[in-house]
């Protein structure tokens, strides 16, 4: 399972963070980091959910 993220619609609002903060946070410069865009499977029900509260769609999955 991957993260597709576009930084163009985030609005840094943090939903991610709260739902899967081993994967997502906010760097320094208060862009969103995404330490791996390759999820383990123990991560995925997370991540999944962590896409699903994004207000913007801007993190998505794709299965593969
Ligand atoms: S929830 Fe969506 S809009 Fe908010 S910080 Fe995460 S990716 Fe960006």
């Known amino acids: 399972m991957k993260i597709m993220y576009n930084a163009a619609t985030c609005n840094h609002y943090g939903a991610c963070i709260e739902e899967a903060p081993e994967v997502f946070s906010f760097a320094e410069d208060g862009s969103l980091r995404i330490q ?19 207000p913007t769609q801007s993190v998505q999955i794709e299965d593969e």
Request: with cysteine; hydrophobic share 30%.
């Open 36 to 54: 791996t865009y390759d999820i383990s499977r123990s991560l995925e029900d997370k991540v999944r959910d962590a896409c699903m509260m994004c």
